[in-house]
């Protein structure tokens, strides 16, 4: 992402609160690195429609798939969408109700949706997928087939027009209201990874290779 | 929610992996009283605009806000919005790339924003949002005052047009992958809550009180 494709557009700009807004290509991708939830919203006979799924990036695009049965990736070439990352990172409790907040790590994408759809191009994505979440792992998978690659949609949006909302420290509450008797502070949130759970059905023996020991999402930037 | 009301509508249908799909009352308020962070979709010069923010439900409605100078919500009122709330649970890793999944609960709620405007209203929506996340925190703060509650906006959708998807266990391979000598299995995801951290500004003495020791989020339902 170049300087000059980070200029935030009329649609991208923080409009409140501008301090906590940025454009920045470290600070887009740092976002959509630490968390591959993501949701994305399509416009779907006239109406707003959010669907959680999974996101990676690779260089200036952050992409997804789904099922190529699916109604709403069939039809989503060319549709204007905006894929949105969000960690909570902490409730923020004031001293008054109005000044509660949440500390939270935040990237808005927008653009006009591209499919990937050569084979090679498409199997390279979904190998990159890997590569970003659990490195190792697709070498030691059954190889995916054509059926399989077929079903699949991969689907992209291009980085030019992100923006970054970031929220931390403490609360900010009213001059006056630091003199009162209320505890006032932070509770962090974080993404838990905890133990594998076996398949019932791996043979005897299997134990889970380093690349599943050391997933883990969320992770503070 | 009565039972008529909970009939999936035309968009509400869950049209892929049906086993997935439910539409009953105890499944929507299952999940929003799980997961305060959600995601709003609305359509904003033409385009669709996805933020997060924290939700919480009373009855039959789900409720956010924000400011009042807020340029979407300012026009919100009778706008279509969708808003989904997501835990993802964990990362599903099967014997081939295909079936790799992740386990999850979301909802997806669609309607018409309505806009809470009454001061009584919405005072008391506001401490029904306390009363849901932290019972006891509204009493002990510095009470809101007209100026506070007027910069609030407070939204709300009905639920009787939601629809929730839920995915938990092990990965489903393809019957003869599950000869093949690779491990599969679940890495288990959830919400941490750490220790509370004081505001550097509380006054000597403050600790942290037990609604704020016993705030949680993403509670397994």
Chains 1, 2 share one sequence.
């Not at 779907?44 to 992409?63: C, M, S």
């Not at 791996?202 to 020991?213: A, E, I, K, S, Y």
């Amino acid at each position: 992402m170049s300087q000059s494709k980070t200029a935030p557009s009329e649609r991208t700009r923080v409009r409140r609160l501008h301090e906590r807004g940025s454009y920045d290509a470290a600070s887009v991708y740092g976002v959509l690195d630490a968390m591959p939830l993501c949701h994305v919203g399509y416009i779907v006979d006239g109406k707003p429609h959010v669907t959680p799924t999974l996101q990676w990036r690779e260089g200036d695009h952050v992409y997804w798939h789904g099922s190529a049965a699916s109604r709403f990736l069939r039809a989503a070439r060319g549709m204007h969408a905006c894929l949105t990352v969000t960690m909570w990172d902490g409730m923020v409790m004031a001293r008054s109700g109005f000044h509660h907040s949440a500390n939270y790590r935040s990237c808005m994408v927008f653009g006009e949706v591209e499919m990937v759809e050569d084979a090679a191009h498409k199997t390279n994505r979904l190998e990159a997928m890997f590569d970003v979440w659990f490195p190792g792992r697709w070498d030691v998978l059954r190889p995916i087939n054509a059926k399989e690659l077929k079903a699949t949609t991969v689907l992209r949006l291009p980085l030019n027009e992100a923006s970054v909302k970031i929220r931390t420290g403490p609360p900010g509450d009213d001059e006056e209201d630091y003199a009162l008797p209320i505890w006032a502070g932070v509770v962090p949130l974080s993404t838990a990874t905890d133990e594998p759970v076996d398949d019932p059905r791996n043979l005897p023996g299997m134990t889970p290779p380093d690349h599943v020991r050391n997933f883990r999402v969320g992770r503070k930037v």
